[in-house]
């Protein structure tokens, strides 16, 4: 398959750790990169490889897999963290790039 | 520190075709793979295409029959046309640099530097 499937909403109480799930075929092979976008902003990187974070995104961010799922999970959300979040991947071929659906997040 | 700057027309009318171009700043240039990523209003990420330092290229097979993605290694620069534009070819586009490896029999893919985005509206 070549689709990165993602629920389109999430919200999690302020404080409180929430997952976000991207599945596909190609993460059996692939580890996903995960991108927060807030409105009028670009993509912003938050999670790459098996769980490595780039400089600047604090540690409460962390990403895991198993089998054909990957998984962004923010222990302690907090207000900032309410935007859209992206997975990534190539296909299983190699040949293209995907991106999941996006997944709302809401922090109430 | 790898930094984008991109530039284009923002307006287009339908069946012209659309223009942008994406310099690199730092880094090295070859060591990424570049794509350029566009997102219509309301919606999700859609990749464009992609190129490599040395020219090779893959494009998304929905936009393939109206793709080039280019780039001139001697100013640091890739470019985006898509021909025959419509209202649907309205979105804001990205371009952005992608690290792509393996490491213990796992791929990994990540864009961890973008362009700021320009909003390519289509009207007649």
């Known amino acids: 398959s070549s689709e990165l499937t993602q629920d389109p909403a999430v919200s999690v109480a302020l404080g409180q750790t929430v997952r976000i799930t991207c599945q596909g075929d190609?993460?059996?092979?692939?580890?996903a990169s995960w991108y927060q976008q807030k409105p009028g902003q670009a993509p912003v990187l938050v999670i790459y490889?098996?769980?490595n974070r780039p400089s600047g995104i604090p540690d409460r961010f962390s990403g895991s897999s198993s089998g054909n799922t990957a998984s962004l999970t923010i222990t302690g959300a907090q207000a900032e963290d309410e935007a859209d979040y992206y997975c990534n991947s190539r296909d299983s071929s190699g040949n293209h790039v995907l991106f999941g659906g996006g997944t709302k997040l809401t922090v109430l | 520190q790898v930094q984008l700057q991109q530039w284009g027309a923002g307006l287009l009318k339908p069946s012209e075709t659309l223009s942008l171009t994406c310099a690199v700043y730092?880094?090295?240039?070859?060591?990424?793979?570049w794509n350029w990523i566009r997102q219509p209003p309301g919606k999700g990420l859609e990749w464009i295409g992609e190129i490599n330092h040395s020219g090779s290229t893959t494009y998304n097979p929905s936009l393939k029959s109206r793709v080039t993605i280019s780039v001139d290694t001697s100013k640091n620069q890739f470019s985006l046309k898509l021909t025959s534009v419509t209202a649907a070819d309205t979105a804001v586009y990205y371009c952005?640099?992608?690290?792509?490896?393996?490491?213990?029999?796992?791929?990994?893919?990540?864009?961890?530097?973008w362009g700021k985005g320009t909003t390519v509206t289509v009207s007649s």
């Open positions: 190609s993460l059996r092979n692939y580890y």
């Open positions: 952005a640099g992608a690290i792509f490896g393996v490491v213990i029999g796992y791929y990994y893919y990540y864009m961890d530097v």
């Open positions: 730092g880094g090295s240039f070859s060591d990424y793979y």
């Open positions: 490889g098996k769980n």
